[in-house]
C-alpha cells in the first residue's frame, strides 16, 4: 500500500535525496553565515556606542 501511494516501487528517489542533502548543507552555511554576521553586528554596535556616547544634549536651536 506504502507503495503504491509514493507512486514508484523502486524506493526513493535518487534525486530527491541529492536535492534534499544540498538543501541541507545550504541551510546549515546560512545559519553559520547568519551567526558570523551577527557577532560582527554586535562588535560594530558596540564600537559605535562608545564612540558615540553623548554626555550633554545640547538644544538643536536657539534664539541668540
Do not use: W
Amino acid at each position: 500500500m506504502a507503495k503504491a501511494l509514493l507512486g514508484y516501487v523502486g524506493g526513493p528517489d535518487p534525486r530527491l535525496i541529492s536535492e534534499m542533502r544540498r538543501l541541507q548543507q545550504r541551510v546549515r552555511d546560512l545559519e553559520t553565515e547568519l551567526v558570523r554576521v551577527r557577532a560582527e553586528n554586535d562588535a560594530l554596535y558596540a564600537a559605535a556606542d562608545d564612540r558615540f556616547d553623548v554626555v550633554e544634549v545640547e538644544p538643536a536651536l536657539s534664539r541668540a
